[in-house]
DNA sequence: GTGCGTGCAAATTCTTTGCAATGCA
DNA sequence: TGCATTGCAAAGAATTTGCACGCAC
């Protein structure tokens, strides 16, 4: 979801479009990295020193309902959010660098099947998160291990 | 991982079998649900009145470390821990009334290539949770229907 | 002008830490 | 007996809430 599209929803329900929101956004989407509450808000008061930390928790919490940031799992930092590209995507995240990307190509239905068959469940939902080296992170220890 | 697993990997890292290990040990294992902390807590002072909330945490921390519980993902309780049976395998939770089971048909390596195609990343570990709704409770809805 | 959204500060909740006492091996 | 482990209490961190003011519409 990109800048417009996210104030566009924004708009269709109702609610405002204030510089505090403009600036959460921006900051959000600009990120390749997963970021907590806390970064986000120490990274919007570098160009809007007079926000609250009690609005980007809010902020956040809306992008979150309309589905334009998605959530991060890890080992500690379970509430960091990163944008949502595309309305059902997964997230890759770099175990090096930090760099989260997104990846559409998710066919877990052979998954949701076998799991269905083993537990009995019917499988509704799923939350999937990948871990590895990004590009960069690759070739900089290749380069590391040549030079 | 059962009860005799679990401890026989504690008595091999040298480390103690106390009354209050056991007792958490034993809620966590048999709990069908995932738990939060404070949950097990309560849980563990029916039977261990006088354990303290500390002992709660610390051991649950030893216990994930040891791969005895694995922590699931939800919208607002990320810490919440659920008993692992198998080394690799993965949670299932049901919508409806939080049942958590556990699949180990798990293979991912086609998801993980085209993730792999799409991003560059080299990808190494993944984590992955379905939602859906147990046997019991399909069975639930269908007589409500019928009745 | 109206009322949603904001920022401050306080409250709340969850988790961790320091340390003396306890009890398992 | 020795030392890992415990429980208490206090500290610490993160998040939420109440309320008066300001600003987007």
Redesign the pocket.
């Known amino acids: 979801m990109d800048r417009t599209a996210v104030e566009g929803a924004l708009?269709a329900r109702g609610?405002?479009?204030?510089?505090?929101?403009r600036a959460v956004l921006a900051v959000v989407l600009d990120s390749s990295s997963q970021l907590?509450?806390?970064q986000v808000y120490d990274s919007v008061r570098t160009v809007?020193p007079?926000?609250?930390?009690?609005?980007v928790?809010?902020?956040l919490?809306l992008l979150e309902e309309i589905g334009a940031v998605r959530r991060v799992h890890g080992d500690e930092a379970c509430?960091s959010v990163v944008p949502a590209a595309a309305a059902h995507g997964h997230s890759v995240v770099c175990d090096t660098c930090g760099l989260v990307e997104e990846f559409t190509a998710c066919d877990i239905s052979p998954i949701a099947a076998a799991a269905a068959s083993e537990t009995g469940y019917a499988i509704t939902d799923h939350f999937l998160q990948l871990t590895g080296t990004c590009a960069a992170c690759i070739s900089d220890a290749g380069e590391k291990a040549v030079g």
């Open positions: 708009v609610l405002r479009l204030t510089r505090q929101r907590s509450a806390l809007l007079e926000v609250g930390l009690t609005t928790y809010r902020t919490a509430e």
